[in-house]
């Protein structure tokens, strides 16, 4: 867990950082990276969480009902966000008037997110029965990069101030080790069962796969055929599935 929880923090914080000195990105690379993670965390959803969900309760129907929460979740937090989770990079108009509020709002709803996020990996250490694997946490990694790289790209723009926008930054790579450190306190504290914390898993589940279908079907424009697009993000779920397998 000590692991996770730093690697979580560093790779959000490096991908910020590099806002602060590339502050233009290729949009075509750019897209493809995030086709490629949304990807394997799409097949990662499939292939691996919701087995492992759905095969923990005799009452599957009722535990879908969490899944599609957590997906509706996910459409309110994005309407604060503006989409950041998933790679959403800002663009700064001319006339735009600046709102440090609307940069808060958008990092209160990725913290509650990334708190979510940060339960997810608590799963298979708190139920023996569903061993936990590395392929989860970098699904979330290389949905974490890109997540924190179009949130500084925000903060910066809508801030104008490194400095606080540093502070925010690390705020926000604290979320998901924080709600991963959490989890295991309630779990090991008996505060939460694990048939509860099972609810809370099929929630973060619902986002998981809000986030990893927008990814995708964002980065078509008008949802045209793309065969490099479409290569990569079947390059993404091979990899996904490889890894399942073998770790």
């Known amino acids: 867990m000590i692991f996770d929880c730093i690697i979580l923090f560093i790779v959000a914080l490096a991908s910020g950082l590099v806002a602060f000195y590339v502050p233009k990105v290729s949009s075509g690379n750019y897209k493809l990276a995030l086709v490629f993670a949304g990807s394997y965390l799409f097949s990662i959803t499939i292939i691996h969480i919701f087995p492992d969900l759905f095969t923990s309760t005799d009452n599957a129907s009722f535990l879908a009902v969490f899944v599609l929460a957590g997906f509706f979740l996910q459409q309110c937090l994005e309407f604060f966000s503006s989409g950041v989770e998933h790679g959403h990079i800002h663009k700064h108009d001319i006339g735009h008037a600046h709102k440090e509020s609307s940069a808060i709002w958008v990092l209160l709803a ?39 790289f179009a949130l500084m790209s925000v903060l910066l723009c809508e801030i104008e101030n490194k400095k606080k926008a540093l502070v925010y930054l690390i705020l926000f790579a604290a979320a998901s080790p924080i709600g991963l450190i ?26 998981f796969l809000h986030i990893s279908t927008t ?32 770790f």
């Open 215 to 246: 990814i995708v079907f964002e980065s078509s424009v008008d949802h045209k055929f793309n065969a490099k697009k479409l290569g990569v993000a079947l390059v993404a779920a091979l990899i996904a599935v490889s890894a399942e397998v073998l």
């Open 110 to 148: 990725l913290g509650a997110h990334s708190l979510l996020e940060g339960s997810l990996l608590m799963h298979g250490l708190s139920n023996p029965d569903h061993p936990n694997s590395k392929t989860i946490l970098w699904g979330i990694l290389l949905h974490k990069a890109p997540e924190a």
């Open 182 to 207: 959490a989890s295991d306190l309630l779990i090991e504290s008996n505060l939460i069962s694990v048939k509860a914390f099972t609810y809370l898993f099929a929630l973060v589940s619902g986002n």
